[in-house]
């Protein structure tokens, strides 16, 4: 057994199981105070269908304001129309120690930008308890998106919600954990330990927008590799046309998928990718009724921090105002395979390979070498 510096053991993965994870045993990290056992929360059969959609949709949501509203171009935030719906989450980053935190990007070139890095959450957030934690909270999916100096590129990354990292304070536990003992301070301090990438600003959806702005879109078109059935639908192979309760469906599925919840984030993001190329579509453009409504559904859903201004997201969107959703490139984080902790199945990073891509990340120039993570990237029909 091998150990990742932190004290606590490295396991070899173990098989993987129909559901994703490895059916391995292991024993719980002597750290590891609190696990979160998402196998059997998310027990599909007990798990009523608006809730089983709920943290899942959130997590997609969470996605549309940065790449929606920046990649659609400055013009629809010059209204208060579309930048008074947006909610701002207070203090996220009042309690970071910014001498213990990862330097700020560096510019693409000596005439780019500072490259901007968000992350992206969807949460399942519940009642804290007396002493200020909350253990009933998690974030479903997290994902870093990545605009790059040159404002040519944007990334997407995602990283599995079970992964098993060091959390500060708390020792190793599954990364959603983070959200749970400290809220987005904690999963972002997390996140910038585990990368060694600055988090610039936070992003929180409610899973209702995601869903609004499928059915204003007229519905989105996904390609789906063999037929699955999830609740009252079925998938069909080959193009599928979702609305709204259709994709809640579609994207909270991972039994009955090869790779289970590794399986789920490609769904999230292959929908992303289809709703964007859908909202910025030349048919969504001259239906002006058709895009303020579907806009109007995603910043009423949208909370970020309130260190991002109007004028700062109004100068960012201006600033990628070239960038197409062609341009926008979808990865996981990598994956050395799964296995057990105590009773929660985890899933164990490739801190190699990840340790690259983090590094691309930094430099920014992960889009350079893109090629490098082709097992890592979306592919063009996923499970």
């Known amino acids: 057994m091998s150990t990742d510096g932190t004290g606590a053991g490295r396991h070899r993965a173990g098989p993987l199981a129909e559901d994703g994870t490895g059916d391995e045993q292991r024993s719980p990290s002597d750290e590891a105070s609190f696990l979160i056992d998402d ?86 957030t519940r009642e804290k308890t007396a002493d200020g934690e909350n253990p009933g909270a998690r974030s479903d999916a997290i994902m870093i998106a990545r605009f790059s100096g040159d404002r040519q590129h944007a990334q997407l990354i995602s990283i599995p919600r079970d992964s098993w990292v060091d959390i500060p304070g708390h020792g190793m536990n599954k990364i959603n954990a983070s959200y749970a003992f400290g809220g987005p301070s904690l999963l972002i301090q997390t996140v910038e330990q585990l990368t060694d990438v600055r988090i610039d600003h936070y992003v929180a959806i409610d899973f209702d927008g995601i869903i609004q702005v499928t059915d204003d879109l007229g519905g989105v078109d996904v390609v789906v590799a063999e037929t699955t059935s999830n ?82 997201l109004l100068k960012l969107a201006s600033s990628m105002r070239g960038v197409t959703p062609d341009d926008i490139q979808y990865f996981t984080a990598p994956i050395e395979g799964t296995g057990k902790e105590g009773p929660a199945s985890v899933v164990y990073l490739n801190d190699a390979l990840g340790e690259r891509m983090w590094q691309y990340l930094r430099n920014d120039s992960l889009a350079e070498n893109a090629e490098e993570f082709s097992q890592q990237a979306l592919p063009d029909v996923p499970r």
């Not at 997609?60 to 930048?83: C, I, K, M, N, T």
């Not at 719906?85 to 330097?103: C, M, Q």
């Open 39 to 124: 196998d059997m929360e998310d027990d599909e059969a007990s798990r009523p269908p608006s809730h089983r959609g709920r943290r899942v949709l959130a997590a997609v949501g969470s996605v549309v304001l940065v790449l929606a509203l920046v990649v659609g171009g400055a013009a629809w935030f010059l209204v208060d129309r579309y930048a008074g719906n947006i909610d701002r989450v207070a203090g996220v980053f009042d309690d970071l120690d910014n001498a213990d935190r990862p330097a700020p990007g560096s510019p693409a070139t000596p005439a780019g930008a500072d490259p901007v890095t968000f992350l992206l959450v969807g949460s399942d």
């Open 231 to 312: 609740g009252p639908y079925t998938f069909e192979k080959g193009v599928n046309h979702l609305d709204g309760d259709e994709a809640r469906w579609y994207l909270g599925q991972r039994y009955g998928l090869e790779g289970g919840d590794f399986d789920r984030v490609k769904r999230q993001q292959q929908y992303l990718r289809a709703m964007f190329g859908k909202l910025f579509s030349a048919n969504t453009f001259t239906d002006v009724g058709k895009l303020d409504s579907a806009l109007r559904a995603v910043t009423s859903a949208v909370s970020v921090d309130d260190t991002l201004g109007n004028t700062a």
